[in-house]
């Protein structure tokens, strides 16, 4: 049997254009990608934010990091488990927490996010995303994305690491750091694994010093600012 090419595959352009989505939804869509370490508050400002803008009639949704895992970047365990892969199979398409993994998690949720603010949505993403140069390729897709730039931006939640050793909800920052004493390690994200901050991220919160109602409000402001809501 013959093989589909590459070559053979085609963009194929839609009619609708993005003023016949803002028009049916009252707003842009944008995509607003969540950064910073582990139990910084990415998560619960994301939450909140998807609540408020809900609730004042915005079409929006969060893509959290976990959630993401538990389905399309689930690793090979849970493909096994739950969706009845063989191990090959869920070897090949299930992402662990290798650097490379890391990687094409980031890829394929930057790609999902695209298709949400491209058919209109406000996309919350919640990931550590640690590296500049994946977040920074995010950001190329969407402003070389079809025919048009979509809104991409980054919040950089800049919580300290000792605030987010305190809340530890998932007890990781301990688990790194007993791996650490033992000489292993197993490349946690600002234990022994580097964070990159954004270089210039459009919005920046502290959850030690502000509240989640006003990391809110400073999204809110932002959004109504440069039009993508009313």
């Known amino acids: 049997?013959?093989?589909?090419?590459?070559?053979?595959?085609?963009?194929?352009?839609?009619?609708?254009?993005?003023?016949?989505?803002?028009?049916?939804?009252k707003q842009t869509g944008a995509t607003l990608w969540f950064t910073g370490l582990s139990g910084s508050g990415k998560s619960t400002l994301a939450v909140a934010l998807e609540q408020t803008l809900i609730a004042r009639g915005h079409a929006a949704y969060v893509l959290d990091g976990d959630n993401v895992?538990?389905?399309?970047?689930?690793?090979?365990?849970?493909?096994?488990?739950?969706?009845?892969?063989?191990?090959?199979q869920a070897k090949r398409f299930g992402l662990g927490f290798?650097?490379?993994?890391?990687?094409?998690?980031?890829?394929?949720?930057?790609?999902?996010?695209?298709?949400?603010a491209d058919a209109g949505l406000l996309a919350l993403t919640s990931f550590v995303s640690p590296y500049r140069k994946d977040r920074d390729a995010v950001r190329a897709l969407h402003e070389q994305n079809k025919g048009y730039a979509i809104p991409f931006i980054e919040v950089y939640v800049n919580t300290p690491i000792e605030c987010c050793e305190q809340r530890d909800p998932k007890g990781l920052y301990k688990q790194a750091r007993d791996a650490v004493a033992t000489g292993k390690g197993m490349g946690f994200t600002g234990i022994d694994d580097p964070y990159e901050p954004p270089s210039a991220p459009e919005l920046t919160f502290d959850a030690s010093k502000n509240t989640v109602e006003e990391g809110v409000a400073l999204v809110l402001n932002y959004l109504s600012a440069k039009k993508l809501i009313g």
């Open 98 to 116: 290798s650097a490379a993994d890391r990687v094409e998690n980031i890829r394929r949720i930057g790609e999902v996010t695209r298709l949400f």
């Open 69 to 88: 895992r538990f389905g399309l970047n689930a690793g090979p365990k849970i493909l096994m488990d739950t969706r009845g892969y063989a191990e090959e």
């Open 1 to 25: 049997m013959s093989e589909i090419k590459a070559t053979q595959v085609f963009h194929h352009a839609g009619t609708i254009k993005p003023a016949d989505r803002r028009a049916l939804l």
